[in-house]
DNA sequence: TCTGGGGTCCTAGGACCC
DNA sequence: TCTGGGGTCCTAGGACCC
């Protein structure tokens, strides 16, 4: 018998948000809403609270990021247009992403995290999962970090302590703002069979959707189901999967370092382009892009083996077309060469909404100079 | 005037080789 | 002159996550 772990995962309470109110405290109690571009006009001298742009004002195609508790109590949610969140709540205050400072709030409380533990898995710039010693006071030690945050960052975060990475997760959400919850697997019956089986990390729309429409709401039912009958629904792995995760089964293991395998930067236009009228910005469009990928390959040091591009259109279907090249690169002449060849090759039956390039089979620019595994000039005898 | 941007992983079909 | 199966690589699409 295996000892038992320790696994924790470590959730910013409401990130975005929570940083933006350390920049202007006057906003706290607020509805905050988080989103779209910046202006250009946009700075960030504001001290009146009336000198804030409301979300009844803004025009365009952006999404809500992250909202503050007041602005969710309103019905306002990540992923939400904004024209639609502004119906909800008019009156909230709505300010430009800025993830540089993100980024940077996101390393501080890692570190901070590093002074308790050795390492930890990095899920993105909110969360993470570390494990700890099982054999002392996992939730006083939880609490330490949790507090040590707090004075190095000002921010809160809720943590979930559980044997395994999928309970970690689900109790991290059940005490927000600010909570510890441990969970073990005598709590699956009582705690995490009444959940709906939407909130497993895993399960998106689609599945729930489908599982719903099967009569399988909670993840107790998805538990009493037969495997049988989810194999005939979902593919043979994914049914054992979610048998598994049902009864709370999960090994997988801390994965605490991992090599980048993609990059890619894109676009939503502010209005439709049209492959003809709008070729001139579309093009430049398209540079941009590759320019902005290229300067990103170069910061990393790394190189590509393959680009992709993708297409959005104005009914929101999506296409892409890749294609490996004949060598690595990374200069945004060579980018913009192979994505030229790439978008030849779609179909521009509507007009357009978004553009992307990807940069895929990443190598380190050291790695892909020197020379690869050498074939013989000739090979002699067949 | 609904619906962003940056990722990972999985599946499936066709080409190609043995 | 007709039959196959396995394996790998490449590409496209889609689900999902933060």
């Not at 901070?112 to 996992?138: K, M, N, T």
């Not at 089964?249 to 382009?273: C, I, Q, Y």
């Given at each position: 018998?295996?000892p038992q772990r320790c696994i924790v995962h470590l959730d910013m309470d409401?990130?975005?948000?929570?940083?933006?109110?350390?920049?202007?405290?006057?906003?706290?109690?607020?509805?905050?809403?988080?989103?779209?571009?910046?202006?250009?006009?946009?700075?960030?001298?504001?001290?009146?609270?009336?000198?804030?742009?409301?979300?009844?004002?803004?025009?365009?195609?952006?999404?809500?990021?992250?909202?503050?508790?007041?602005?969710?109590?309103?019905?306002?949610?990540?992923?939400?247009?904004?024209?639609?969140?502004?119906?909800?709540?008019?009156?909230?205050?709505?300010?430009?992403?800025?993830?540089?400072?993100?980024?940077?709030?996101?390393?501080?409380?890692?570190?901070v995290v590093?002074q308790f533990v050795?390492?930890f898995?990095?899920?993105?710039?909110?969360e993470i999962y570390f494990e700890i010693e099982a054999c002392s006071d996992p939730r006083a030690f939880a609490l330490r970090i949790q507090r040590a945050i707090g004075e190095?960052?000002?921010?809160s975060c809720s943590m979930g302590l559980a044997p395994n990475k999928?309970l970690a997760k689900l109790g991290s959400e059940m005490r927000k703002p600010n909570g510890i919850t441990v969970l073990g697997y005598e709590d699956i019956?009582s705690v995490i069979?009444?959940?709906?089986?939407?909130?497993?990390?895993?399960?998106?729309?689609?599945?729930?959707?489908?599982?719903?429409?099967?009569?399988?709401?909670?993840?107790?039912?998805?538990?009493?189901?037969?495997?049988?009958?989810?194999?005939?629904?979902?593919?043979?792995?994914?049914?054992?999967?979610?048998?598994?995760?049902?009864?709370?089964?999960?090994?997988?293991?801390?994965?605490?370092?991992?090599?980048?395998?993609?990059?890619?930067?894109?676009?939503?236009?502010?209005?439709?382009?049209?492959?003809?009228?709008?070729?001139?910005?579309?093009?430049?469009?398209?540079?941009?892009?590759?320019?902005?990928?290229?300067?990103?390959?170069?910061?990393?040091?790394?190189?590509?083996?393959?680009?992709?591009?993708?297409?959005?259109?104005?009914?929101?279907?999506?296409?892409?077309?890749?294609?490996?090249?004949?060598?690595?690169?990374?200069?945004?002449?060579?980018?913009?060469?192979?994505?030229?060849?790439?978008?030849?090759?779609?179909?521009?039956?509507?007009?357009?909404?978004?553009?992307?390039?990807?940069?895929?089979?990443?190598?380190?620019?050291?790695?892909?100079?020197?020379?690869?595994?050498?074939?013989?000039?000739?090979?002699?005898?067949?």
């Amino acid at each position: 018998v295996k000892p038992q772990r320790c696994i924790v995962h470590l959730d910013m309470d409401a990130f975005f948000a929570s940083v933006e109110l350390l920049r202007y405290p006057q906003l706290r109690g607020q509805p905050v809403v988080v989103g779209g571009r910046r202006k250009n006009s946009e700075d960030h001298t504001h001290v009146q609270l009336d000198s804030f742009t409301r979300l009844r004002d803004y025009v365009g195609r952006g999404v809500v990021t992250t909202s503050t508790y007041e602005a969710r109590a309103l019905g306002v949610f990540s992923g939400m247009g904004l024209m639609q969140s502004a119906r909800l709540a008019p009156q909230a205050i709505l300010l430009p992403s800025d993830f540089q400072a993100y980024k940077e709030y996101s390393r501080r409380f890692k570190e901070v995290v590093l002074q308790f533990v050795s390492a930890f898995e990095d899920r993105g710039i909110d969360e993470i999962y570390f494990e700890i010693e099982a054999c002392s006071d996992p939730r006083a030690f939880a609490l330490r970090i949790q507090r040590a945050i707090g004075e190095a960052c000002g921010l809160s975060c809720s943590m979930g302590l559980a044997p395994n990475k999928l309970l970690a997760k689900l109790g991290s959400e059940m005490r927000k703002p600010n909570g510890i919850t441990v969970l073990g697997y005598e709590d699956i019956e009582s705690v995490i069979w009444p959940l709906p089986v939407q909130k497993i990390n895993g399960i998106g729309p689609k599945s729930a959707k489908k599982l719903v429409a099967l009569g399988i709401e909670s993840v107790g039912d998805l538990a009493a189901v037969p495997n049988t009958l989810l194999e005939k629904h979902f593919g043979a792995r994914y049914a054992a999967w979610l048998g598994d995760v049902a009864h709370g089964r999960d090994d997988r293991a801390l994965v605490t370092e991992r090599e980048p395998k993609s990059m890619s930067r894109e676009t939503t236009f502010e209005r439709n382009f049209h492959i003809v009228r709008d070729r001139a910005e579309l093009a430049a469009q398209t540079d941009q892009l590759c320019q902005r990928l290229s300067d990103d390959l170069i910061r990393r040091g790394l190189m590509c083996r393959s680009i992709g591009v993708k297409a959005k259109f104005a009914d929101f279907t999506v296409v892409t077309r890749e294609t490996k090249l004949m060598a690595a690169t990374q200069t945004a002449r060579a980018l913009r060469k192979a994505v030229g060849e790439c978008l030849k090759r779609i179909q521009w039956h509507q007009e357009v909404r978004l553009l992307g390039v990807k940069a895929t089979g990443l190598v380190s620019d050291q790695e892909a100079t020197e020379p690869r595994a050498q074939l013989p000039l000739w090979t002699g005898l067949e």
